[in-house]
């Protein structure tokens, strides 16, 4: 089993950056895809990025050439280097591990932290 506790949001002005960090209790090497989420007030939970165990990435359009995901397998972390943050970034971020392709496989998710971009 792994627990997932995200950290590193918080209120940052337009242009600016973070760095969210989500740190797994467990092996995250038994998950095959990492990912990032975020959730609006009001809106869905949408992919924001995801990476694979062996490394591969994937961005949603809207955050492509400004955010930055990544995975140590070895410190059991996964990083989300977000630059260049809009108002339209402002959003509960969540971490998410899958351990497998199958329906059953299970999955696992942090509790989330709050991003604001605001002048």
């Known amino acids: 089993q792994v627990q997932l506790v995200e950290s590193g949001g918080g209120v940052v002005q337009p242009g600016g950056s973070l760095r969210l960090s989500c740190a797994a209790s467990?092996?995250?090497?038994?998950?095959?895809?990492m990912g990032w989420y975020r959730q609006a007030p009001g809106n869905e939970r949408i992919l924001v990025a995801t990476?694979?165990?062996?490394?591969?990435?994937k961005y949603a359009d809207s955050v492509n050439g400004r955010f930055t995901i990544s995975r140590d397998n070895a410190k059991n972390t996964m990083g989300l280097q977000m630059n260049s943050l809009k108002p339209e970034d402002t959003a509960v971020y969540f971490c998410?591990?899958?351990?497998?392709?199958?329906?059953?496989?299970?999955?696992?998710w942090g509790q989330g932290t709050q991003v604001t971009v605001s002048s």
């Open positions: 998410k591990c899958t351990t497998g392709v199958a329906v059953e496989s299970p999955i696992y």
């Open positions: 467990g092996s995250i090497a038994n998950c095959i895809y």
């Open positions: 990476v694979s165990s062996r490394g591969r990435t």
